[in-house]
């Protein structure tokens, strides 16, 4: 057994719905200015699943894209990564990994930690592979964010997935094992299970997050002897992107240029600020973007994380590019994804918004709208159907 193999993101992709809505669209249809989402909250769009598009899809497309030219027979684990699941009992994974036809003798589960579900997922995949450096693990995380139409929440909606593989000798980015983390039992956002959109206490729940980035930070530092100028580059849980540049001044403090903090996180913002929260995924996301930006060459670049979950769970961990990361993203793929998608009408939107399956367990072809590869095709019996796209 080889445990000394680094560990880390061998491949990573980011899958967003075909469809959006400009904050310009929803201000002039809210008591809002658009003013207070495109500068107040650093957001411009936001992803809007139509029907036949749910986490379990969005998660599928996600790996798909991800484990392209990979050998998938090296897949042992699913975890599957949400707080938008779709069955009380059985894991979205499992629907996952029948799409994508991996091997039988695969550990498949679903966690749930709000957003910080996929960095517990990757914190346990970590040691897996350090201990059998044969087998790898895919983590999708995969959300759509709900909070209500008209509600204060509503302009920091959005939705997307990440699938990533965790490998040993990754390609892309080896994970450090030492990592700092904070739990605190708190009610900042929560979403009851006979609710279909989250509650939340919006400015209880920044606090939380500042106060949760201060405590990791505590932690980690005082484990690793690190300091922030150990550091070149950090990504952030991104529920909006002004949310990141507010706590990462804070954890620079006064010493650090303005300009020298900005630019720590910029090249990670743009895919959130036009997608919107994708809970699980979005800390994800934004590594995605700063790996893909064309503007950075990142290789041997430290990385400072930041996960938060509400409830709450946090942690901050970090990570070095490896060399040659760039021949294996997946950025074309992504910036097609992004340029091709579709805006909605406000009534457009408010039809994929209020679109639900029936709950009576009657037969439900689901409408056609684009989707990636794989789409919810109908519900029959209390069952869903997926397929697909031919
Ligand atoms: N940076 C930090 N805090 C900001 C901010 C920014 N750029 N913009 C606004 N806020 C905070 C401030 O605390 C502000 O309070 P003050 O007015 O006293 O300064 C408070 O938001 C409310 O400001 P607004 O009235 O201008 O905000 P709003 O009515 O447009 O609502 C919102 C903004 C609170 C973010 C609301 O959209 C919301 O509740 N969103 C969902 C919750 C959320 O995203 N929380 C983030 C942290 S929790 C998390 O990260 C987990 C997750 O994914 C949900």
């Not at 658009?34 to 790996?63: F, I, R």
């Not at 900042?188 to 939380?208: H, T």
Request: with cysteine.
């Amino acid at each position: 057994m080889n445990t000394t193999a680094p560990v880390g993101i061998d491949a990573i992709s980011v899958y967003c719905p075909h469809y959006y809505i400009d904050l310009k669209t929803l201000a002039a249809h809210r008591d809002f200015d658009a003013d207070a989402c495109y500068n107040g909250l650093g957001q411009e769009k936001m992803a809007v699943p139509p029907p036949g598009e749910d986490v379990v899809t969005m998660a599928a497309n996600a790996a798909a894209q991800a484990l392209e030219g990979m050998d998938r027979s090296g897949i042992g684990t699913v975890i599957f990564a949400t707080e938008s699941g779709i069955d009380q009992s059985k894991a979205g994974g499992i629907f996952v990994h029948g799409l994508l036809g991996l091997s039988p003798n695969c550990r498949v589960f679903e966690i749930k930690q709000a957003c910080y579900g996929a960095t517990a997922g990757l914190q346990m995949a970590l040691p897996a592979v350090a201990a059998d450096p044969d087998t790898s693990v895919l983590i999708v995380a995969t959300d759509i964010a709900r909070y209500g139409l008209g509600t204060a929440g509503e302009k920091t909606q959005g939705a997307g997935a990440i699938a990533m593989v965790v490998s040993a000798n990754p390609r892309l980015v080896t994970i450090d094992c030492q990592s700092g983390f904070y739990t605190e039992d708190a009610m900042d956002f929560w979403r009851p299970n006979y609710r279909d959109e989250a509650l939340v206490d919006g400015k209880a729940s920044i606090r939380l997050y500042l106060k949760s980035l201060a405590a990791c930070w505590k932690h980690y530092t005082a484990q690793t002897g690190r300091v922030f100028t150990d550091f070149d580059r950090f990504c952030y849980h991104l529920p909006f992107t002004r949310m990141a540049e507010t706590a990462h001044a804070r954890l620079a403090g006064k010493s650090t240029s303005k300009a020298i903090v900005a630019k720590q996180i910029e090249n990670s913002l743009w895919y959130n600020r036009i997608m919107g929260n994708s809970y699980t995924a979005s800390m994800y996301v934004a590594l995605t973007c700063l790996l893909d930006h064309p503007d950075e060459e990142l290789e041997g670049c430290a990385l400072g994380l930041f996960s938060y979950g509400s409830g709450c769970m946090a942690e901050f961990f970090s990570g070095t590019v490896n060399r040659g990361y760039r021949s294996h993203l997946k950025t074309s793929i992504h910036s097609q994804m992004l340029s091709r998608r579709v805006e909605l009408s406000y009534d457009e939107y408010e039809i994929f918004y209020t679109y639900a399956l029936p709950t009576d367990g009657s037969d439900h072809d689901v409408p056609v709208y684009e989707t990636g590869r794989f789409r919810l095709v109908a519900s029959r019996g209390h069952r869903r159907i997926y397929g697909a796209v031919e």
